[in-house]
Nanobody
Framework: QVQLVESGGGLVQAGGSLRLSCAASGRTFSSYHMGWFRQAPGKEREFVAAITRTFGNTFYSDSVRGRFTISRDNAKNTVYLQMNSLKPEDTATYYC???????????????WGQGTQVTVSS
């Protein structure tokens, strides 16, 4: 029912910024909690940030809180992740997901994008 496409990844130096975008198909975008997860090689996918469908409440992992900002534009069917003060440990493939369940639980996400690579150099 929903297709997601991430963009905006790239190579950036430590301390720099990137803005990721996730474009969703359809006109039911507002029905889903939207979240960002990331996965580094050899590691499990981990929660980064989420924004809820009704009131736009935001949630962040401890590792990114204060540096990353998630937002959504329902009119454009797009969710964003503004990443500031990037660190080498932020290097990962970032995935956008849509959930009709819990906003922060991996199991609640039924839809995923293909991912976009973020690499932060020292």
């Amino acid at each position: 029912q929903v297709q997601l496409v991430e963009s905006g990844g790239g190579l950036v130096q430590a301390g720099g910024s990137l803005r990721l975008s996730c474009a969703a198909s359809g006109r039911t975008f507002s029905s889903y909690h939207m979240g960002w997860f990331r996965q580094a090689p050899g590691k499990e996918r981990e929660f980064v940030a989420a924004i809820t469908r009704t009131f736009g409440n935001t949630f962040y992992s401890d590792s990114v809180r204060g540096r990353f900002t998630i937002s959504r534009d329902n009119a454009k069917n797009t969710v964003y992740l503004q990443m500031n003060s990037l660190k080498p440990e932020d290097t990962a493939t970032y995935y956008c997901g849509g959930s009709t369940g819990a906003a922060m639980a991996l199991a609640g996400y039924a839809y995923w994008g293909q991912g976009t690579q973020v690499t932060v150099s020292s």
